[in-house]
C-alpha cells in the first residue's frame, strides 16, 4: 500500500512539473518594457516553487515508501520528539529564501506604481460600464473635454458624459478600442460608471480594477505593434464573460495621424486598422 | 489551572425526551454530529453546483433536458445562462466556505472532541453551544431560501461571488439580475452565521482554557485541541468584522445608506438619484467592503485549514507509530500562522486601487507565512521518518492532506507577489490555489478525521475497502481537477466567466477546460460512496472495541460510543504527552495519556531529545 501510494504522489508530481515545464499552455510573449522583468520574476519563483513541490512529494513518498509497519512483534518506530537543530535550520533557511523573493518580487511593481507617468506620456481616460469600455481620447488640442456624470446618456451615445458646451471636449473622440503607440509611456486614466471592472491584457502583463468613485492613473510601455484582446476581470455583472474590447499598439504615424481625426473619421479608421491587424492570441 | 474544580458549572443530568436528546440537545457531542450532518448535507448542494458549473464551461450551448425542466429561468430549454451560471459560482463559494469548511472541521469535530480531548464532562456553556448549532442552521434554512427567492430572477442566488464586492453587490434590483431578494438573503445568512461561529468561538476558548483535566497542562495537549483553540480565537477576531460590513452592506441596499456606493453613479441607464428605483448615493467606498470583508476572509482561510492541520498531525503520529516531531514548533507554528493571519488581507486587493506602498508590506508579510507553513510539512514528514506506518483510510488521507497542502500552499509564493499579481489575479490560478489548499486539502484533514474518529462515535469502524476505494479516486480526482487549472492561469483565463467562447487567447485551452470537467465528473461521482459508506457502516461496519487504532489520547481512554458525561463519572488524570507512541521499555508500543504505570522519560513536557 505505501510503495503504491508512494509511486502515485511521484508520477503525480512528475506529471504536473511537466505541465509547467513543457510550456504548453504558458504566457502570452510579453508586449510591454516591464513585461519582461516580470516573467524573469516569475522564473525564479516558479524555479523556488518547482524545487520545494518536487523535494517535498518526494521526500514525503520517499518516508511513506520505506516506513512501513512490518507487523513482526517487538518491531517499533524511532522514539525521537525532534530536533530543536533542525526545526532552526529549517526555519532560518525558509524565512530567508521566502523573504528574498518578496523584496525581489516588489521591483516591477515599484517601477510601475510608485511613480507618476513620465512627462510626456500618451495618455487615454478609460470609462468602463456593463458590459463595455469607452475610451476618451483629448483630440488635437491635447486636453481632455470637461465630462460629469449628470450629462451621461447612453441612449445619445454619451457614454463618459462629455459636456457639449466646453469648447475642449469638440475635439475629442470617445470610441470602443483602445489604441496606443509603441515604445512611448501611456498613462491610462481608469474609471467606472457603474460596478468595479477590472482591466486585463494578458500579453501586457497587467491588470487594475476601475473602481467607480475613483480616478486610477497607472501608466505603462506597450513595446510591439498589434492588435490584442482586452479582457474584463473583475466580476462585474451577467456578460462579464464578453466585455471584450480591443488594444491597438500602433507606429508612430499611423498613431499621430489618427489622434487629430474628427470622432467620426477616428471612428472609420479605427474600424479599417482593426480589420488590418490579426489578433495575437499567443 | 488544570486541576481547578469545574464540577457543577457545567454538569447536566442525561436527556431522556428524543427532543432534548437528538434535535436541542446540550450534549456537545450530539451537537458535534449535527453539525457534521449539516456539513454533510452542505457539501452535497455545494457539489451539485460545481458538477453544474463544469457542465456549462464545457459545454456552454449543449442543452441538457433535466436543467431545463428543474430550472425553467435559469436554463431555459436547458441552456444554463451566464447569470445562472454566476449564481451557482457564488453560492458554491459561500455554502462551502461558509456551511462545509467552518462548520464540519470545528463546530462538528472540534465540539464533539475537544471537551473529550482535554478530560472535560461537556463544553463550558452548553446550552450557548446548542445556541450556535441551531443559529448556524438558521442561516443555513437562509441561504437555502436565497436560492429559491431568486428563480424569478433566473438565477439560484445573487451572481456577486462569495466576496460579494460593491457596489455591484450594494446596487439592488437595477444592477442586473441577481441582485434583488436573494442578495438580501445572503447578506442575512452570512450575518446569521457570524453570529453562531462567535458564540462557538467564546465557548471553545473557554471550555479549553478552564476545564481540562488534571495533568492536562497545554503542552500535553493533542495538536487538534491547540489548532481549535487557535481557529476559535480567530474566529472571535475576524466575525464580528465581517458581520459589521454585512449590516453596512444591507443598509445601503434597504436604507439608501451610502457606506460603500460612491456618488455618480449611472447604472443600467439611469442616474443615482433620478429614479425610485435608484436612490441618490453619494460618498460611499467601494474598496471600504474589500478591506472589511478581507479582514475576515483571509483569517477565514485559516479557520478552514488549522482544523484539518490539528487531526492530520494527530492521525500522522497515530499510524506512523511515532511522537509528532517537533511537537513544540508546531504548536508555535500553529500561533505563528494564526497571527499572521491578521496582516495578510490585503494581498487580495494588490490591484484594487488601494495604496500602492501598503500593497509592499501585504506583501512581505505574506511570504512570510510560508515560513510557518513549511516549517509544518518538515514536521509531518519528520513524523513519518523511522515510522511504522499502518496504512488505513484515515492515514492515507492524513498523507494526502501533506502532500495537498504542500501542493496548494506553495503557489502562495506566486501569488502573494504584488508584481505578479499584475498578471496572475483573477485568472484561474487563484482558484487552482485556493481550491487545493483551504478546500481539498482541508476536506482530506476531515476525510483523515471521520474515518478515524467514526469508530469512536458510533461503535462501528467505516468499511475500509470503500473507504480506500474513495481515497484512490479522490487523491489523483482532485490533481486532475486542479492542477490544469494553473496553467488556465498562465495564459490569462479569467475566473468566473460562464464560458470562454469569446475570447480568441482562450480557444488553446478547450481540451485542458473539458479535461477537468471530466476528472471532476468522476471525482464528485465517488464521493456518493462515501456517503454509502457512512450509512451502511453505521448498520453493518465491523464492531471497534473502546481504543480502535491503539492510540494514546483521551477520546481512546474512555467507552465507545463515550457515555453522556464522557468519563463515566470519573475524570481522568493524565501523565504523559499526547503522542508517546514506540517508548523504549514501555509494554506496547503505545502508552495512554492516562497510563500511570508506565515511564516515560520525555514526560510530553520537553518536546526535544
Redesign the interface.
Known amino acids: 500500500?505505501?510503495r503504491v501510494?508512494a509511486v502515485?504522489?511521484w508520477i503525480?508530481t512528475a506529471?504536473?512539473v511537466l505541465?509547467?515545464v513543457s510550456k504548453?499552455?504558458?504566457?502570452?510573449a510579453a508586449i510591454s518594457e516591464h513585461g519582461p522583468a516580470?516573467d524573469r520574476?516569475?522564473l525564479i519563483?516558479?524555479l523556488?516553487?518547482g524545487i520545494?513541490?518536487a523535494a517535498?512529494?518526494i521526500?514525503?513518498g520517499w518516508?511513506?515508501w520505506k516506513?512501513?509497519?512490518?507487523g513482526k512483534a517487538g518491531?517499533?518506530?524511532?522514539?525521537?520528539?525532534?530536533?530543536?537543530r533542525?526545526?532552526v535550520l529549517?526555519?532560518v533557511i525558509?524565512?530567508v529564501v521566502?523573504?528574498t523573493?518578496?523584496?525581489m518580487?516588489?521591483?516591477?511593481?515599484?517601477q510601475?506604481?510608485?511613480h507618476d507617468a513620465p512627462a510626456g506620456s500618451y495618455t487615454v481616460e478609460v470609462v468602463a460600464?456593463?458590459f463595455q469600455w469607452n475610451f476618451h481620447y483629448p483630440g488635437k488640442d491635447n486636453v481632455f473635454g470637461h465630462t460629469d456624470?449628470?450629462l451621461?446618456d447612453?441612449?445619445a451615445l454619451n457614454y463618459v458624459?462629455l459636456d457639449p458646451g466646453d469648447p475642449n471636449a469638440k475635439d475629442d473622440a470617445v470610441t470602443a478600442s483602445l489604441v496606443v503607440p509603441v515604445n512611448r509611456p501611456v498613462e491610462l486614466r481608469l474609471r467606472s460608471?457603474?460596478?468595479?471592472h477590472?482591466f486585463?491584457v494578458?500579453p501586457l502583463?497587467?491588470?487594475?480594477?476601475l473602481?467607480?468613485?475613483?480616478e486610477?492613473k497607472v501608466h505603462f510601455t506597450p513595446t510591439k505593434v498589434g492588435k490584442y484582446?482586452l479582457?474584463?476581470?473583475?466580476?462585474?455583472?451577467?456578460?462579464?464573460?464578453?466585455m471584450?474590447a480591443f488594444m491597438l499598439v500602433l507606429p508612430d504615424e499611423e498613431l499621430n495621424a489618427i489622434r487629430v481625426m474628427s470622432q467620426e473619421q477616428f471612428q472609420a479608421r479605427m474600424t479599417e486598422l482593426l480589420a488590418k491587424y490579426p489578433?495575437v492570441?499567443? | 489551572m488544570s486541576d481547578v474544580s469545574h464540577e457543577g458549572v457545567h454538569r447536566h443530568p442525561a436527556p431522556t425526551g428524543f427532543i432534548r436528546k437528538y434535535i436541542f440537545s446540550l450534549d456537545h457531542k450530539v451537537i458535534g454530529i449535527q453539525y457534521i450532518l449539516l456539513a454533510l448535507a452542505a457539501v452535497l448542494v455545494g457539489m451539485t453546483m460545481s458538477l453544474l458549473m463544469r457542465l456549462k464551461l464545457s459545454w456552454p450551448d449543449h442543452k441538457f433536458a433535466l436543467l431545463g425542466t428543474l430550472f425553467k429561468a435559469g436554463a431555459p430549454d436547458g441552456v444554463m445562462n451566464p447569470e445562472f451560471y454566476l449564481s451557482l459560482v457564488t453560492m458554491h463559494g459561500t455554502i462551502m466556505v461558509f456551511f462545509v469548511l467552518t462548520t464540519a472541521p470545528q463546530g462538528g469535530f472540534g465540539n464533539y472532541f475537544l471537551p473529550i480531548q482535554i478530560g472535560a464532562e461537556d463544553m463550558a456553556f452548553p446550552t450557548l453551544n446548542m445556541m450556535s448549532f441551531w443559529v448556524t442552521f438558521i442561516g443555513f434554512v437562509v441561504i437555502l431560501a436565497a436560492i429559491f427567492f431568486s428563480g424569478a430572477e433566473s438565477t439560484v442566488g445573487p451572481i456577486g461571488g462569495w466576496t460579494g464586492y460593491a457596489p455591484l453587490s450594494a446596487l439592488g434590483a437595477i444592477a442586473g439580475p441577481g441582485q434583488g431578494m436573494g442578495m438580501n438573503l445572503w447578506i442575512i445568512s452570512i450575518a446569521i452565521f457570524c453570529v453562531g461561529s462567535l458564540l462557538g468561538a467564546l465557548n471553545f476558548i473557554t471550555t479549553l482554557l478552564n476545564m481540562r483535566t488534571k495533568g492536562m497542562s497545554l503542552m500535553r495537549m493533542p495538536l487538534t485541541c491547540w489548532a481549535w483553540f487557535t481557529t476559535a480565537v480567530l474566529a472571535l477576531l475576524s466575525f464580528p468584522v465581517l458581520l459589521g460590513g454585512g449590516i453596512l452592506l444591507l443598509l445601503d441596499r434597504l436604507a439608501g445608506t451610502s457606506f460603500f456606493i460612491p456618488g455618480g453613479l449611472y447604472v443600467s441607464g439611469v442616474l443615482s438619484g433620478t429614479n425610485p428605483n435608484f436612490p441618490l448615493h453619494t460618498g460611499g467606498s467601494p474598496i471600504l467592503w474589500q478591506h472589511l470583508f478581507w479582514f475576515f476572509g483571509h483569517p477565514e482561510v485559516y479557520i478552514a485549514i488549522l482544523p484539518g492541520m490539528g487531526a492530520t498531525s494527530h492521525i500522522l503520529a497515530t499510524f506512523a507509530r511515532k511522537p509528532v516531531f517537533g511537537y513544540r514548533a508546531m504548536v508555535f507554528a500553529i500561533f505563528a500562522i494564526g497571527l499572521l493571519g491578521f496582516f495578510v488581507w490585503g494581498h487580495h486587493m494588490f490591484i484594487s486601487g488601494m495604496s500602492p506602498y501598503s500593497a509592499i508590506a501585504f506583501s512581505v508579510l505574506t511570504l512570510s507565512i510560508g515560513v510557518p507553513s513549511a516549517v509544518k510539512t518538515f514536521n509531518w514528514i519528520g513524523t513519518l521518518w523511522g515510522a511504522r506506518i499502518r496504512f488505513t483510510t484515515a492515514m492515507l488521507f492524513a498523507i494526502g492532506f501533506v502532500s495537498l497542502f504542500v501542493s496548494g500552499g506553495i503557489t502562495g509564493l506566486i501569488l502573494g507577489q504584488s508584481s505578479l499579481d499584475l498578471a496572475m489575479h483573477d485568472t484561474y490560478i487563484v482558484p487552482a490555489h485556493f481550491h487545493l489548499v483551504m478546500g481539498v486539502a482541508s476536506i482530506f484533514g476531515m476525510f483523515a478525521a471521520i474515518y478515524f474518529w467514526f469508530p469512536k462515535m458510533f461503535g462501528r469502524y467505516l468499511d475500509e475497502r470503500i473507504g480506500k476505494i474513495h481515497f484512490w479516486v479522490t487523491f489523483v480526482g482532485v490533481y486532475c481537477i486542479f492542477v490544469p487549472m494553473h496553467v488556465m492561469g498562465l495564459v490569462g483565463m479569467p475566473r468566473r466567466y460562464s464560458q470562454f467562447t469569446e475570447y480568441g487567447f482562450l480557444n488553446k485551452l478547450h481540451p485542458l477546460v473539458l479535461f477537468v470537467s471530466i476528472s471532476a465528473i468522476i471525482t464528485i461521482t465517488v464521493q456518493l460512496l462515501f456517503y454509502f459508506n457512512l450509512v451502511w457502516s453505521l448498520f453493518k461496519g465491523a464492531k471497534a472495541p473502546d481504543n480502535a487504532w491503539e492510540a494514546t489520547t483521551l477520546e481512546w481512554s474512555t467507552s465507545t460510543p463515550p457515555p453522556h458525561d464522557n468519563f463515566a463519572g470519573v475524570l481522568p488524570t493524565v501523565y504523559h504527552g499526547p503522542y508517546e507512541f514506540a517508548v523504549p521499555g514501555a509494554p506496547n508500543d503505545f502508552v495512554m495519556q492516562t497510563d500511570a504505570e508506565v515511564e516515560v522519560s520525555s514526560n510530553g513536557h520537553n518536546g526535544h531529545h
Open positions: 500500500m505505501g501510494l502515485i504522489i503525480i506529471l504536473s505541465m509547467f504548453k499552455w504558458w504566457f502570452p516580470l520574476q516569475f519563483t516558479i523556488v516553487v520545494s513541490f517535498a512529494q521526500g514525503l518516508m511513506v516506513y512501513r509497519d512490518t518491531d517499533r518506530g524511532t522514539y525521537t520528539h525532534g530536533s530543536n533542525l526545526e529549517w526555519t525558509t524565512a521566502f523573504i523573493l518578496a523584496v518580487g516588489q521591483s516591477v511593481w515599484a510601475l506604481r510608485l460600464q456593463q456624470p449628470k451621461i447612453d441612449s458624459g460608471k457603474d460596478v468595479i477590472s486585463w494578458p502583463r497587467f491588470k487594475q480594477d473602481v467607480p468613485g475613483m486610477i484582446e479582457a474584463c476581470a473583475e466580476l462585474c455583472g451577467q456578460q462579464h464573460y464578453k471584450r489578433t492570441i499567443d
